[in-house]
């Protein structure tokens, strides 16, 4: 049994690094990295180094789709991806060293048929029979429906297997009704999906709408999570330096495994927020680094917060309850 993750608009991520950028001038590049990308690869990446089984799911096209496939074999990662007619896109990030920052240039993606679509959810459904838990992360190519993600998790709980959905706006929200265990917006999500709710409103808000449990990642300020055991904060030791691109993909590998094993939620949350945080140490999304995973497992704090209770509706004969206008 695996953790099969979902990659609907897998990429081969291309990493330059530069100096600067200089606008109007050529940059001769001393090296370009080239590897398998997208989020629910990101997550298996991590989910293998920790030596889990993990299998990448999703679609692929074109040579670009071919790269992917040799890069994970390369990586010694499982995969079982849905061929595409259309050509796996590339994603650009130009790492900037003198500022000690990055752009990145994300493509569309390839024009997903509605009969691959449906090639894929028959696959899908034979692969959920080997799940332990599945994984859906990241945006959908053009040519799905935005509630693409709503089928398939509706397909994952009728065959039993939890499942965590980390996307957002029209996607996450279509997804809601079908009853994902978890969704993982970071913030910045979080308000786009709901508009401008306190953090803590917007994952009620989201449980409201079907999620079983919401964890919202605050960069280095780690998780906040409202499950239907309790509310929980976990926190990192201390502000990393390096590149948060894919903290958030190691944090979902983290809950994904612990919801497979059913770990108790402290336990799950301070594995997520140590992971992701060593996550920022490693110069490439999908890596973490080990030593430090170690290291902060022992240093990251997680407290438990009072549930909401149900607010009383005020009583106009209580003076408190008057309106002050
Ligand atoms: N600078 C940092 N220092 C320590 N921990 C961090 C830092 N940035 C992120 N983290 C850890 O990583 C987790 C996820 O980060 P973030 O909220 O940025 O995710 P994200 O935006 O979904 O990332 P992505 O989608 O690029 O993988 C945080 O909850 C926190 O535990
Ligand atoms: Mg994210």
Same mark, same amino acid.
């Given at each position: ?84 007619? !259309? ?12 500022? !000690? ?7 569309? !993606? ?84 709901? !508009? ?130």
């Amino acid at each position: 049994m695996t953790i099969t993750t979902v990659t609907l608009n897998a990429a081969v991520d291309v990493t330059y690094t530069v100096d600067r950028i200089r606008t109007g001038a050529s940059h001769r590049l001393a090296t370009a990295r080239h590897r398998a990308g997208g989020k629910g690869v990101n997550v298996a990446r991590v989910l293998t180094a920790l030596g889990r089984p993990a299998l990448v799911a999703g679609l692929a096209g074109g040579p670009a789709g071919d790269a992917v496939r040799r890069d994970l074999a390369a990586s010694g990662m499982a995969e079982a991806l849905t061929a595409i007619a !259309g050509t796996t896109r590339q994603t650009v990030t130009v790492v900037e060293e003198a500022a !000690g920052d990055a752009a990145v240039f994300l493509e569309p !993606g390839p024009e997903v048929s509605a009969a691959e679509w449906r090639a894929f959810t028959r696959h899908f459904a034979r692969l959920l029979g080997r799940s332990r838990a599945v994984v859906l992360s990241g945006s959908l190519p053009p040519g799905l429906s935005e509630d693409a993600y709503g089928e398939l998790v509706a397909a994952a709980r009728r065959s039993d297997v939890p499942v965590v959905l980390d996307t957002t706006g029209p996607p996450l929200l279509a997804a809601l009704a079908a009853g994902p265990d978890l969704v993982k917006p970071n913030a910045a999500e979080l308000r786009e999906t709901v !508009g401008a709710e306190d953090v803590r409103a917007g994952a009620e808000t989201l449980r409201r709408a079907g999620a079983r449990s919401v964890v919202v990642s605050l960069g280095a300020e780690g998780l906040l999570a409202v499950a239907p055991d309790g509310v929980w904060r976990a926190r990192p030791p201390e502000r990393l330096a390096g590149n948060p691109t894919g903290a958030g993909d190691a944090a979902v590998a983290a809950l994904a495994a612990g919801l497979a094993d059913r770990t108790p939620w402290p336990e799950r949350l301070r594995a997520a927020v140590a992971l992701s945080a060593a996550a920022v140490r490693a110069p490439l999304a999908g890596d973490f680094d080990a030593p430090a995973y170690r290291d902060l497992l022992s240093r990251t704090a997680v407290t438990a917060l009072p549930a909401v209770t149900a607010v009383p509706t005020p009583r106009p004969a209580d003076p408190a309850a008057v309106p002050l206008s």
